[in-house]
């Protein structure tokens, strides 16, 4: 080794030379010493000529023996870093990176043969074996890291694909940190692991995030993330649309502020315990306040998730809109209270009509005896106050049976096109007097009111009992408010109208500033013969009686009502379409006389003899029959001298209609006017409707009669 060519040494190493590898044999070791030495000592002779031979020796001397110890110190260490490189899961490595482009692993672990399945001595001087193994879609992006790190020397860090012979496509992970060297390459010190399995966990992960995100957003019902405290961590697009807010608007509020008041003190008690594991979670239906004020109905399902540890960091929740199914069964329940009250009218509504006759048969005996008596005494006969006691008893027992029919839906009705607001106009004096001066009384008309089709003397038992009812209600000072509207009846606000159907309507209201109504009360208000009041002032008719009417006329009536705060009842009737008839006449105050012929056909004898003896009183000639046939007989005997037929809707054999039609061919143009106690059902069914003949319901007094015959006789 002493007699190596030093100037070819010199040539071919750096100083101290570049071809010292700790990592070669130590034969090789020893010759790297001495070169070392030679070099040592040629440059020593070159800067000093002073030196005798035995110094130099001495210098080389020492300098192998530095030499030898750093050698021992290396074959020391050598097992442990062997030990860990082998250890480490992932390749060790160093990777040169020459300007002209050429690289390779100087130095690369035993563990490239999982990495890249290629052994160590095949990539010290070219690794393009391993640049061949990247994955074509990877490749370009990796070699393009590399590029940056040279150049701006950062820290290295990749996660690329490879493809290998045997093992396929795998996933690895470099981290490198790069030093410059001085003939302008980099090396870089560092690590390769195969991260497949972490991929692959990651990417079930991203699969599984993106499912849930997926099913999360794209849901048909609302979902939220909900925290401990109870706010909304996120919402899905759902639940935005469904509570009318943007998504970051939501994102952070508190459940109770979309929450309905009164439902949430019973959801907050099953979200606390919900929190305190008692349960894994819940469903409520509950009510939803959305941005805009309106109230839905929501199916609530809340479900908490649990860590690790067995904490709930959040719960999901599912809202469904469950507002249509409310709503119907809203109304299944108020059509099943319809019915069940409807029953309950129809089995009243039999018995008063099925007494209807007879009685109302006995109350016009008594009434037109009495008003005959009336008429026949002078106004000081001591007897007259005894015949105004009969006759206001009969007459309240007419209105009785009259309530008893129309809460029914059987009263005898004459319905024509009338405005409210004129009906309004012409009974203020009479409401004024049922009010009271103690309250005051209100009216609030609407302009351009639409006309509605219903009885005009119906729109005054429902303004009396109404009036009535709210006066009951003010124990002492108030107000009573009467008001007309058009309405337009939506699902929105159907229940303010007693669940009115879709449509337009002319409303009716009666308020009051009176104590109010409890729940349990205004459920029951329209039932027949309920009554608050005490024994013997109250029939409990009064209220049903407007119930009654109200739906007679294809109309609704809504309660609006709290303990305290007074009480409103809101009645519409459905808008007419055609044209509005006259105003209602005005009562007439005397009896109107006339001279014509009359055929009166009545088959209860007693009525018979009075009605007869009335109209003769008022100058008519009156030609009477118990029966129809009779009246056909006297009409053929008669027929140049008959004006008008006179008769009973329901008779044995004929009944009214049948009579008149039979009367017309033996005296043509004849004037009928029909009359009947029987309830309006009853003589429709026989063919007369009193809304398309001349009708007068007994019992009647004198003067609705000859006003009602007068009227007959007189019109064009």
Request: aromatic share 6%; proline share 3%; hydrophobic share 35%.
């Amino acid at each position: 080794m002493m007699g190596r060519d030093r100037a070819t040494d010199h040539e071919s190493a750096s100083e101290y030379g570049d071809e010292w590898n700790l990592g070669s044999q130590s034969g090789s070791r020893e010759h790297a010493a001495q070169g070392v030495i030679d070099n040592g000592l040629s440059r020593q002779a070159q800067s000093s000529r002073n030196f005798s031979q035995e110094t130099e020796y001495a210098i080389a001397a020492e300098i192998a023996a530095a030499v030898r110890e750093a050698n021992a110190r290396c074959d020391a260490v050598r097992p442990l870093l062997e030990s860990l490189a082998t250890r480490v899961p992932g390749m060790l490595y160093q990777y040169r990176y020459y300007p002209d482009g050429r690289s390779c692993f100087p130095f690369a672990s035993e563990r490239i043969h999982e990495v890249y399945e290629v052994a160590p001595k095949d990539v010290v001087t070219d690794c393009s074996i391993v640049f061949e193994r990247l994955h074509r879609d990877d490749e370009a992006r990796v070699r393009a890291s590399i590029i940056k790190s040279f150049e701006a020397l950062t820290p290295w860090k990749c996660d690329y694909r490879v493809s290998l012979p045997s093992r396929g496509e795998r996933w690895l992970r470099g981290d490198a940190v790069p030093e410059r060297l001085e003939d302008g390459s980099v090396l870089w010190h560092g690590y390769i692991a195969d991260i497949t399995d972490q991929k692959r966990v990651e990417q079930a992960l991203h699969e599984s995030e993106a499912t849930f995100r997926a099913l999360f957003e794209q849901a048909g019902i609302g979902m939220a993330m909900v925290d401990p405290k109870g706010r909304i961590v996120r919402a899905n697009e759902k639940l935005v649309r469904l509570l009318g807010y943007q998504a970051p608007e939501l994102c952070g509020m508190h459940g109770r502020r979309v929450t309905h008041p009164d439902d949430y003190d019973s959801e907050k008690v099953q979200f606390i315990e919900m929190l305190e594991g008692k349960n894994s979670g819940y469903c409520v239906e509950k009510r939803y306040i959305r941005k805009d004020g309106t109230v839905i109905w929501g199916r609530l399902t809340l479900t908490a998730v649990h860590n690790p540890a067995g904490k709930s960091p959040f719960a999901i929740g599912m809202v469904e809109d469950i507002t249509d199914r409310k709503r119907a069964e809203e109304e299944r329940e108020r059509a099943e209270s319809e019915l069940r009250h409807a029953q309950r009218m129809d089995v009243v509504g039999r018995l008063a009509g099925g007494v209807a006759h007879d009685f109302n048969n006995m109350l016009g005996v008594i009434l037109g005896c009495a008003e005959d008596a009336l008429n026949r005494l002078n106004l000081d006969n001591p007897l007259r106050q005894d015949l105004e006691g009969i006759r206001s008893a009969a007459q309240r027992s007419a209105d009785l049976t009259r309530q008893l029919l129309a809460f029914s839906r059987k009263q005898t009705i004459v319905p024509k096109a009338i405005n409210l607001n004129q009906v309004l106009e012409q009974h203020q004096k009479m409401l004024r007097r049922i009010i009271g001066e103690r309250i005051r009384l209100e009216f609030s008309p609407a302009p351009d009111l639409w006309p509605t089709y219903i009885d005009p003397a119906q729109v005054d038992q429902i303004l009396a009992n109404l009036a009535v009812n709210a006066r009951d209600a003010i124990a002492d000072t108030g107000t009573v408010t009467v008001a007309t509207r058009n309405v337009r009846v939506d699902r929105e606000n159907t229940s303010r109208y007693g669940g009115a159907a879709d449509g337009e309507y002319v409303l009716l209201s009666v308020s009051d500033t009176g104590v109010g109504m409890s729940e349990e009360i205004r459920d029951r208000i329209f039932e027949p013969f309920f009554t608050t009041k005490e024994l013997g002032k109250g029939t409990g008719l009064g209220l049903s009686t407007v119930y009654g009417i109200v739906r007679q006329n294809g109309g609704y009536i809504g309660v609006d009502t709290r303990i305290g705060h007074g009480t409103t009842l809101r009645a519409v009737f459905p808008r007419h379409d055609g044209a509005q008839e006259s105003e209602v006449e005005n009562p007439r105050t005397a009896t109107e006389k006339g001279t014509e012929t009359i055929l009166l056909v009545e088959d209860e004898e007693r009525l018979l003899q009075l009605v007869q003896r009335l109209l003769v009183h008022q100058g008519y000639t009156v030609l009477v029959a118990s029966s129809a046939e009779q009246a056909v007989t006297v009409a053929a005997d008669k027929r140049d001298e008959i004006q008008l037929l006179l008769t009973d809707v329901v008779m044995p054999s004929m009944n009214g209609r049948e009579l008149s039609e039979r009367i017309r061919q033996i005296v043509p143009g004849i004037r009928v006017l029909y009359m009947s106690g029987y309830a309006g059902d009853v003589i429709g069914n026989v063919g007369v409707h009193e809304s398309a003949y001349d009708f007068i319901a007994k019992p009647f007094s004198v003067l609705d009669l000859t006003a009602k015959i007068r009227h007959v006789l007189d019109r064009e």
